[in-house]
């Protein structure tokens, strides 16, 4: 898979994404990431990126022409068809069901405003969608950008060791979140280890896992169980 980032800070992404399963996905080839900066694409003497918003008012805008030139630039580098995707505020949130599904494609072109935020007529013409990381303000959306690239690498064939982690992840499947875990040593000043776990009985270790799963969703994000489509085998577990 290709990310291509528009921002005025590509370094940034870069770093971000330089250590752990993105650094060896992008060692091993699975993923590669390319920064595009629009102050490269700006004209003029002093390569003005932004300037006033009609209407007053604090801050600034991000200019049109540089951010096309830079967008027409990055679509060019490569033949493969690319979502392109504005990290903003206002966009719908970033689920794991939604990073899966930008997992699959081939290309990505992540755009990250700065300011104000773009000139809104770019998004009717050059963007597909908006994604929000969160009901908060960043002042700028390479945080935003480089959550996208982390969620996205880790789920490309081959980028984690073991398959199955990221099926068991929360928001996987049936969108649980993920149970307990523990490692050694089995007895410590913290506490014991949970007896199922080191029984060696993978049926009880799943009943328990499951259990867990259940009850920490419904005490803490309630609103992901869909109590309704529960079935006896999870109310059963609901009520031991
Ligand atoms: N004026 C904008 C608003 O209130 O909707 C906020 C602009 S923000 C200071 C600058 C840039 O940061 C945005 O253009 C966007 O790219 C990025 N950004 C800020 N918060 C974000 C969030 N929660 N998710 C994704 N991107 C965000």
């Known amino acids: 898979m290709r990310i291509d980032v528009v921002s005025l800070f590509p370094d940034f992404i870069d770093q971000a994404a330089a250590v752990g399963v993105v650094g060896r996905a992008r060692e091993r080839g699975l993923l590669s990431l390319e920064g595009w900066n629009p102050r490269d694409y700006a004209t003029g003497n002093y390569r003005r990126v932004d300037d006033r918003p009609f209407g007053g008012g604090p801050g600034m805008v991000m200019l049109l022409d540089p951010l096309l030139a830079t967008l027409a630039a990055a679509r060019a580098a490569d033949p493969a068809p690319a979502r392109v995707i504005y990290m903003s505020p206002q966009g719908r949130p970033l689920t794991q069901a939604k990073v899966r599904e930008l997992a699959q494609l081939p290309r990505l072109i992540l755009l990250c405003g700065r300011y104000e935020g773009v000139d809104e007529r770019l998004l009717a013409s050059e963007v597909d969608e908006e994604l929000s990381i969160g009901d908060y303000v960043l002042s ?26 990221a099926v068991q992840d929360s928001f996987e499947g049936d969108g649980l979140l993920d149970c307990p875990h523990y490692t050694r040593p089995v007895e410590h000043a913290l506490g014991r280890v949970p007896d199922v776990l080191l029984s060696g009985n993978h049926a009880e270790i799943a009943k328990w896992r499951r259990q867990q799963s259940l009850v920490r969703t419904l005490e803490r994000r309630p609103e992901l169980v869909d109590e309704a489509a529960l079935g006896k085998a999870d109310r059963r577990l609901l009520a031991a």
């Not at 959306?141 to 398959?163: N, S």
């Open 140 to 165: 700028g959306g390479e945080l935003a950008a480089a959550v996208v690239v982390d969620a996205v690498a880790r789920l490309q064939d081959g980028a984690l060791g073991d398959v199955e982690s």
